[in-house]
């Protein structure tokens, strides 16, 4: 293959979603925190694609595809929970969060 | 000689465009998280899908590349554009109010993880990581990509039909149920808070 190998892309994949860890975990507005998600879910998506290309096995783009379709079905589902939070006038905090709390 | 000669050139492009790419998806990636304004977050984050997509079409995956551009970078980021715009902005100190023991177990879990995971990448995972298969030019093709969907795959392609329809219907519940209880609230007042309970947090 042209280019790096796949531990290349494999690091790549890992600092992002290290960023998308780090994000969910210390940012408080739920959109941020969706938009974190969505950068976890796409470094898993990027090293399952480089391990296809390593493997020589196109099931690993197809598992890309699926993902990708999940990935819309949560945003769709956490942005109207969102919408619905911001209609009841509930503080978009994620830490204030709390009614379900024991 | 020429032949040897264009396939260095060749190798020296994909390795700037590699470069460029990664730089890209790491910056914005950063500017994702650091941002305090969500708006600017979801146009890095575009950014962010669109530098992937350069990434695919080096792994020869061209199909996956173009449906991200299309499905994620133009569907889902327009979504959440629209969404944060009806919120209206609202930026926020991006880590004020977290405690600092929070936040300090936030960062080392996440230092943790890289760390661990790039160590078993350097030391090659058992020798697997280093030889690579060899592909034919049909790698990856949407060809490729929808016979293995109606055959291998034929179940996951029909659970994906299942989820994006629970995606939708879930969106319209959220969204106009949200609506009538407060449209109840507004017309009835207090009526319809005997009637119906409605949790403390309703206007």
């Known amino acids: ?102 | 000689m020429s032949l040897l000669v264009a396939s260095t050139a060749g190798e020296v492009i994909v390795w700037i465009v590699w470069v460029l790419a990664g730089l890209a998806l790491l910056v914005s990636g950063f500017a994702v998280v650091l941002f305090s304004n969500p708006f600017y977050s979801a146009l890095a984050l575009i950014g962010n899908l669109g530098s992937l997509a350069v990434l695919y079409l080096l792994l020869s995956a061209e199909f996956v590349a173009a449906a991200q551009v299309l499905v994620y970078a133009g569907a889902v980021m327009v979504m959440f554009l629209f969404v944060i715009a009806y919120i209206g902005e609202r930026a926020d100190e991006p880590f004020a109010g977290r405690r600092s023991l929070a936040r300090v177990a936030a960062v080392v879990a996440g230092v943790a993880l890289l760390v661990e995971i790039i160590v078993v990448i350097v030391q090659d995972a058992g020798g697997r990581l280093s030889t690579q298969a060899e592909i034919s030019g049909a790698f990856g093709s949407p060809r490729q990509i929808g016979t293995l969907f109606l055959t291998d795959h034929l179940l996951a392609f029909e659970v994906t039909s299942i989820i994006l329809l629970v995606g939708a219907v879930g969106g319209v519940v959220l969204g106009s149920g949200a609506r009538r209880r407060m449209d109840d609230n507004d017309e009835e007042g207090g009526a319809s808070a005997v009637q119906q309970p409605a949790p403390p947090e309703a206007a």
Do not use: W
């Not at chain 1, 780090?22 to 694609?49: K, T």
């Not at chain 1, 956490?78 to 379900?100: C, F, H, P, Q, T």
């Open chain 1, 1 to 102: 293959m042209l280019g790096p190998s796949v531990s290349a892309y494999l690091v790549l994949s890992v600092v992002l979603f290290v960023t998308g860890v780090i994000g969910v975990l210390l940012r408080r507005s739920p959109l941020i925190v969706l938009l974190a998600l969505e950068l976890m879910l796409n470094a898993g998506n990027l090293a399952l694609i480089a391990f296809a290309r390593h493997s020589g096995n196109t099931a690993g783009q197809i598992f890309a595809l699926v993902v990708m379709v999940v990935a819309a079905a949560e945003v769709v589902v956490g942005l109207g929970l969102i919408v619905a939070m911001s209609r009841r006038r509930v503080e978009l905090d994620v830490d204030k969060l709390s009614s379900l709390k024991g």
